[in-house]
């Protein structure tokens, strides 16, 4: 098979050996591993994303996070198609490869993406830090601590300092609460997924995000998958999914 109908996938950059580490790619990583569809990635870093996708004519993304115009994951499809945003790319690869299905449940996919929100925000003083300063690829971290710096109105240093520790774990813990509910509470059936057995894109947004905080260091991944046992059960049942991970 030609790259040329080879899905293409632009995920950012870490410092050697590369491989996939944030968040939001990891979601669409998961949905094409778990459906077996052939990809390539093509590595970009926060300095270069918005100057590589605008030069091959993606169209910009007003609302993009953080007011970027530009972001990943996007792909573009076999037939040149690009595609923008976790949710649309992942609802766009069901239509286009349904088997194996994943379910795409509304309430239960809601409930798991606010209960991460919830986690995610009160532990970035602990990881954005980690993230500067083990993770991106070098080049790219003056330009990473100073829009964060905007961002935050502080250095990460500082905002480490102000917000991190334990202090930011105990913050998050409204969060863990309703994440445990979601993996425990929704069950269909039996199983490891929030629904039972069945994998919805509700757990690939929790896995995501797991997968991520590992990635980023592995103590936090451990701390994270030790809150609770529903939760290294879903991760557990999702590493096939991670082995392709460039």
Excluded at 33 to 48: C, F, G, M, Q
Excluded at 72 to 95: C, H
């Amino acid at each position: 098979m030609s790259n040329t109908d080879e899905l293409t996938l632009w995920d950012l950059a870490r410092r050697d050996p590369c491989s996939s580490w944030s968040f939001n790619p990891w979601k669409i990583r998961l949905v094409l591993n778990y459906k077996s569809i052939p990809y390539r990635t093509e590595w970009v870093d926060h300095r270069t994303i918005s100057p590589t996708l605008k030069s091959l004519g993606v169209a910009p993304n007003t609302s993009g996070q953080g007011g970027s115009e530009y972001t990943v994951p996007t792909i573009r499809l076999p037939d040149g198609t690009y595609i923008r945003d976790s949710a649309v790319i992942a609802k766009q690869l069901e239509a286009i490869h349904p088997d194996p299905p994943l379910v795409f449940d509304s309430e239960t996919q809601l409930k798991a993406e606010q209960a991460v929100g919830k986690i995610a925000r009160p532990l970035m003083p602990v990881f954005m830090p980690r993230v500067a300063r083990d993770v991106i690829t070098e080049s790219s971290v003056p330009f990473f601590r100073e829009t964060r710096a905007k961002a935050f109105g502080m250095s990460l240093e500082e905002l480490e300092a102000a917000r991190g520790g334990e202090q930011a774990w105990e913050a998050a813990g409204a969060g863990f609460q309703e994440l445990r509910a979601v993996l425990t509470e929704h069950k269909r059936c039996e199983g490891p997924f929030i629904l039972g057995s069945e994998v919805s894109y509700g757990d690939f947004l929790v896995v995501a995000f797991t997968e991520s905080l590992r990635r980023i260091g592995s103590d936090l991944g451990e701390r994270f998958l030790n809150v609770d046992e529903s939760f290294r059960n879903l991760h557990e049942a999702c590493k096939v999914w991670m082995q392709k991970d460039t």
